[in-house]
């Protein structure tokens, strides 16, 4: 099956400051990478996804780049903010997106 | 996005019995998944509910100890068989249609488990 790796596991920055979380996957034939937020006590949500055909995508403070030749996918976050807190995953899906695998995930912790 | 209705949200069971979470979906959806979240972990596939027929377990994962259901395109059971105390996790189901536009796979509220 796949295995999505993400890096780092936690990371700290000033509001204000950028963050990029990477990830990494293993099955050449996954073509669909979303990233989830999940706040203490709640369950993840959907921030941004991009297709395999599709080398950017963005949407306001957050973008996603993906590079298939290497097989990984950033998640950039510009402007932090407090609210921006919280674990954020990974995931690459299999096949025909009929599953989806994730990575061990990144704890942001924006700084007042 | 679909809307989901997961519940039990929470529960405390004794070892050895058993827990059937459900999960309604206010819309027909091609896919929907079960995992199972441990405190401060990642996400873990336990298997992907097919409609009308047995489900696709991972590895690591059986029947006969997490039977699920999935009787139509908008409703899936999974039951935790013969409960233990590493049973306790958070249960989540995800469900998505990849022939929709704008589809994103959402997650349920979630069932806090505790096995005593």
């Known amino acids: 099956g796949e295995n999505v790796e993400q890096h780092p596991s936690t990371l700290s920055v000033q509001e204000g400051d950028s963050a990029v979380i990477k990830c990494t996957y293993s099955d050449s034939a996954s073509n669909y990478f979303p990233w989830y937020k999940q706040e203490l006590g709640k369950r993840p949500q959907l921030i941004i996804d991009i297709r395999s055909n599709v080398g950017e995508k963005k949407d306001q403070r957050i973008a996603v780049t993906l590079n298939k030749t290497a097989k990984h996918f950033s998640l950039h976050i510009t402007e932090t903010q407090p609210e921006d807190s919280a674990v954020y995953f990974c995931?690459?899906?299999?096949?025909?997106?009929?599953?989806?695998?994730f990575g061990s995930g990144t704890k942001l912790n924006v700084k007042p | 996005s679909a809307v989901i209705s997961q519940k039990p949200s929470r529960d405390i069971c004794q070892r050895g019995t058993s827990l059937t979470i459900q999960c309604q979906v206010d819309?027909?959806?091609?896919?929907m998944f079960w995992y199972r979240q441990q405190p401060g972990q990642s996400l873990t596939l336990i298997a992907t509910a097919n409609q009308g027929s047995e489900a696709t377990y991972e590895s690591g994962f059986v029947i006969d100890k997490f039977p699920i259901s999935r009787p139509n395109l908008t409703f899936s059971t999974l039951t935790v068989s013969n409960m233990s105390p590493e049973d306790s996790s958070i249960y989540l189901c995800?469900?998505?249609?990849?022939?929709?536009?704008?589809?994103?796979?959402?997650f349920g509220s979630g069932t806090r488990l505790t096995v005593v």
């Open positions: 819309s027909q959806v091609t896919m």
């Open positions: 995931a690459a899906s299999g096949y025909n997106f009929n599953k989806f695998y």
């Open positions: 995800s469900v998505g249609d990849p022939d929709r536009a704008n589809y994103g796979y959402t």
